[in-house]
């Protein structure tokens, strides 16, 4: 497996499996919608990340967290901001993890992945930590490609809880 370096998040939200990657890769316009009004809080009712009143789908782009163009929440991440201070390439080298960013993370399905990621990547490492992300956000009823944070497959229907 070639892995892509721009997508070894420090946070341990593998960013191969992203929906905002997921859907600026394929250019679906429809799904960039739909993400923005996730992140605007249109969907759940409340906003779940600052900054998004005018987020719109044309901003639902990003190509990994060590990428050039990245999403806008991930340029301002704190996660980020602190493993770089640090001189850490991710969490998984902290011993104070998990960190205030961690437990005050402002989404929640975000926050339950870190929490399995982290001590994996720093178990396994992080060739077989990539190799599983990839390995899990799959459909187990049809087998579709999926992305985190998923709760319906977008083939078959099947409802999923793979984080």
């Known amino acids: 497996m070639k892995i892509n370096p721009g997508f070894i998040s420090p946070c341990g939200l593998y960013c191969g499996v ?7 890769r394929d250019n679906n316009q429809k799904f960039k919608a739909r993400l923005a009004g996730v992140y605007k809080g249109k969907v759940s009712g409340k906003g779940t990340l600052p900054n998004t009143e005018n987020l719109s789908a044309e901003d639902i782009r990003c ?25 850490y390439s991710g969490c998984h080298q902290c011993d104070e993890f998990p960190c205030q960013y961690i437990e ?24 077989k930590w990539i190799q599983d992300e990839e ?11 999926v992305f985190r944070g998923v709760v319906k497959c977008n083939q078959c229907k099947a409802n999923l809880d793979l984080d």
Request: hydrophobic share 30%.
């Open 63 to 87: 190509q990994g967290c060590f990428s050039d163009d990245l999403f806008m929440h991930c340029r301002q991440c704190e996660i980020r901001d602190c493993t770089d201070k640090k001189g």
């Open 18 to 24: 992203c929906a905002v990657y997921m859907a600026h």
């Open 104 to 127: 005050n993370f402002p989404m929640a399905v975000g926050k339950k992945v870190i929490l399995r990621a982290v001590p994996y990547r720093r178990r396994f490492g992080t060739e």
């Open 135 to 145: 390995a899990r956000y799959f459909c187990p009823e049809c087998g579709n490609k």
